[in-house]
C-alpha cells in the first residue's frame, strides 16, 4: 500500500470551511485518429488509480493505493470532522467508486460513512455534457435532495472523486448545510478536469 504523490489545490471557501483536490485527472489527450482508441489519454498517478477502480474495479490494491492518498493527505490537513459523506454518483454503476473510497477511508479512520445524507432523487445527464450554467444548476436542484442519514449538527467531510466546474459539489453542500442541518462542511475531491 502507497500514496502516490498529489498536488493538491484549494477550492474557493463557500459554502465550505475549507476544501481541496488532490490533483488534475489527466495531463493530456491527443487524438489518435483511430476509431477504437480515439485519444492517448495520459493521467496523474491518482488519475490512473481512478480510472482502473472505475474500469477495471478488480484490482484492489488500487483502492489501496487511493485510500492511503486520501488518509495522508486528511493527516496532514487535519479538518475536524466526525462523519463522512460521500457525494451522490452521478452514473448508475454495479459498483460505485465513491462509495467503495469513501468506505475504506472511513474504516481507516473510525469515522461514519454517512451514505445516505444525500441522494440523487431523479437522474440526471453527466454535468460535463451540460454547458449552460443555469441548466444545470436547476438540473441539480431538482435531483439532490436530503436522504435519511443523519447529519444534523455533525462536522462532514463531503468526498467525491471527479469534478469539472464543481456545480454538483456546492449543490450538495448546500443541501446538507441548509436541509439536512450540518454544523460545517469540509471537502475533499480526488480530481478534477483541466
Known amino acids: ?25 489527466t495531463v493530456s489527450s491527443t487524438p489518435t485518429g483511430d476509431p477504437y482508441y480515439r485519444f492517448d489519454t495520459k493521467r496523474t498517478e491518482l488519475g490512473e488509480l481512478l480510472f482502473r477502480l472505475k474500469y477495471r474495479p478488480f484490482e484492489d490494491a488500487v483502492l489501496n493505493d487511493i485510500v492511503d492518498t486520501v488518509v495522508k493527505f486528511l493527516g496532514t490537513w ?22 467503495t473510497i469513501a468506505r475504506a ?24 455534457n451540460v454547458d449552460d450554467w443555469t441548466e444545470r444548476q436547476k438540473l ?18 463531503l468526498l467525491d472523486d471527479l469534478i469539472e466546474s464543481g456545480s454538483t459539489l456546492r449543490c450538495t453542500a448546500d443541501v446538507l448545510l441548509k ?13 478534477r478536469t483541466k
Open 78 to 99: 487535519q479538518p475536524p470532522i466526525d462523519r463522512i459523506v460521500p457525494a451522490p454518483p452521478s452514473l448508475a454503476r454495479k459498483t460505485q467508486p465513491i462509495l
Open 105 to 128: 477511508v472511513g474504516v481507516r479512520l473510525g469515522l461514519p460513512v454517512c451514505e445516505g445524507a444525500v441522494v440523487k432523487a431523479k437522474p440526471t445527464p453527466q454535468m460535463k
Open 140 to 157: 441539480l436542484a431538482d435531483s439532490i435532495q436530503p436522504g435519511p442519514g443523519e447529519v444534523k449538527g455533525k462536522v462532514i467531510l
Open 1 to 25: 500500500m502507497t500514496a502516490v504523490t498529489v498536488k493538491p489545490m484549494r477550492l474557493p471557501a463557500q459554502p465550505w470551511m475549507e476544501a481541496y483536490v488532490l490533483d488534475y485527472h
Open 179 to 191: 436541509r439536512c442541518g450540518a454544523k460545517a462542511l469540509y471537502a475533499l475531491v480526488l480530481t
